[in-house]
């Protein structure tokens, strides 16, 4: 690719009160099939007139979400032109990569445990092989799929809690935004991948009425009594 590409963001009123945020590229670009395209619908879309503070931070976070798309193209396209981060990175390794990024985390043992069964996971679910040129949003997609179907590490036919599949998830994030700011990436495939929602974590507490018990039982550790 030799010619600049512009790529602006624009918004396409729908009939339904909505509205569709769309990139326009120019000059157009060719698609695989050898036709050429000015449009690329983002299928973000906005409440046209919100009547709720819902429907506003909805708007908000959507264009937030859209002017993100819209910088990672514009740097995509300039990359490309230049022949940086394709032609570098492609054939490279990213599980080699990935381990490379668990063995800097050696100074948090409880990070670097997380950053392993990542590891542990992405080599399972790619069976070993992974390149750059394989990071795709449909990888993404198939890697946060891959999670929510895991087993447990630590407990064979204990399906994966959601709180891990986050962390993990999270860490994979986290490399491929590294391997962007390195320029082994054009753009981020994760741009428009949803992460996994995180759950809340049930605590329990002693009542007053329990504590009372506690501190009047007998306990021969003296030290685990003023515990």
């Known amino acids: 690719m030799n010619k600049h590409i512009n790529v602006t963001l624009r918004e396409k009123k729908l009939k339904v009160g ?21 449009r690329e619908f983002l299928k973000i879309y906005l409440v046209e007139k919100p009547k709720n503070a819902n429907e506003k931070e909805l708007n908000r976070t959507g264009k937030a979400m859209a002017e993100n798309i819209c910088s990672e193209r514009q740097l995509q396209f300039m990359n490309q032109q230049h022949d940086l981060s394709n032609r570098l990175s492609s ?3 990213f599980l080699d990569f990935f381990a490379g990024k668990v063995k800097k985390r050696s100074q948090s043992k409880g990070n670097q445990d997380n950053w392993k069964a990542t590891y542990k996971f992405l080599f399972g679910y790619t069976g070993g092989k992974c390149q750059f040129g394989d990071l795709d949003e449909k990888f993404c997609e198939g890697f946060k799929a891959y999670l929510e179907n895991s087993d447990s590490i630590k407990s064979e036919g204990v399906k994966l809690s959601k709180n891990s599949q986050y962390s993990y998830f999270n860490k994979f994030r986290a490399a491929l935004k590294e391997a962007l ?8 495939p994760m ?16 009542t007053i009425e329990e504590l009372k018990v506690l501190f009047n039982s007998n306990c021969s550790d003296p030290l685990l009594k003023r515990a």
Do not use: C, W
Request: aromatic residues 8%.
């Open 18 to 38: 909505r509205v569709s945020f769309y990139l326009d590229m120019y000059p157009p670009i060719k698609l695989t099939d050898g036709k050429e395209t000015r």
């Open 91 to 93: 054939k490279m390794d």
């Open 181 to 188: 700011h390195e320029k082994l990436l054009s753009a981020n």
């Open 191 to 206: 741009v428009r991948v949803k992460g996994v929602v995180q759950e809340e974590t049930q605590r329990e507490f002693l």
